[in-house]
């Protein structure tokens, strides 16, 4: 059983940075494209970013230039660094695994609250 754990998220006032990270436990293979999404209420979960294993990386179009990931394969870990946070920014953001053949082999954090406000 694989098991995700986010860490860092927050309160910061707008044009402020806050930095995520996500543990994964169990059977983790470093093939699998790790990623973050976010939900806002009201809204659908939506692509902040993912990495592939060769560090191939893909934004939404929204942060794109304003938040970086990256990820540890020996320690099954991806971090999201965001830097010029908006109040558009505050959503739950969810830690994501996913197979990169066998797009129904993922698996999801409980999700960390980022709120953006002053």
């Known amino acids: 059983q694989v098991q995700l754990v986010e860490s860092g998220g927050g309160l910061v006032q707008p044009g402020g940075s806050l930095r995520l990270s996500c543990v994964g436990s169990g059977r983790i293979f470093s093939t699998y494209i790790m990623g973050w999404y976010r939900q806002a209420p009201g809204k659908p979960r939506e692509l902040v970013a993912t990495?592939?294993?060769?560090?191939?990386?893909d934004y939404g179009d929204s942060v794109q230039g304003r938040f970086t990931i990256s990820r540890d394969n020996a320690a099954n870990t991806v971090n999201l660094q965001m830097n010029s946070l908006k109040p558009e920014d505050t959503a739950v953001y969810y830690c994501?695994?996913?197979?990169?053949?066998?797009?129904?082999?993922?698996?999801w954090g409980q999700g960390t609250q980022v709120t953006v406000s002053s």
């Open positions: 990495i592939r294993s060769a560090g191939d990386t």
């Open positions: 994501n695994f996913q197979h990169p053949s066998w797009l129904n082999i993922q698996y």
